[in-house]
């Protein structure tokens, strides 16, 4: 599991997550979750690549709990069970990358 904390003023917009996720040959599509929607502990064949553009959502992958918020970046190793949950009072959208391993 790799976190990256987006750190600049001003926060990535979906095209240039995109072309980000282009430039390392991943497949991309965006995700929107309402306030409080959890998903269930799963896992997939494939890494998980998942930045925020809105909102917070709280993560709990391996055993480590962990809250990302827009701009942040959460890389899944592939077969890693991980839950994660919308936080805050807005909705949360994110962008999934994925390549198949």
């Known amino acids: 599991m790799i976190v990256q904390r987006w750190e600049a003023p001003l926060t990535p917009n ?3 997550i995109s072309r980000q996720y282009a ?3 991943l497949e991309a599509f ?3 979750y309402q306030p409080q929607q959890q998903v ?3 896992r997939h064949p494939f890494c998980e690549v998942r930045t925020l553009i809105e909102g ?3 993560f709990n992958i391996a055993g480590n709990q962990f809250l990302l918020r ?3 970046r959460v890389e899944i190793p ?3 069970r991980h839950t994660h949950t919308a ?3 807005h909705p949360c959208v994110c962008l999934v990358g994925y390549k198949v391993i």
């Open 56 to 58: 917070e959502m709280l």
């Open 14 to 16: 979906k095209i240039q």
């Open 70 to 72: 827009a701009g942040d």
């Open 40 to 42: 269930v502990e799963h």
């Open 87 to 89: 936080q805050g009072d």
């Open 78 to 80: 592939a077969n890693t």
């Open 23 to 25: 430039t390392e040959g």
């Open 30 to 32: 965006e995700e929107t």
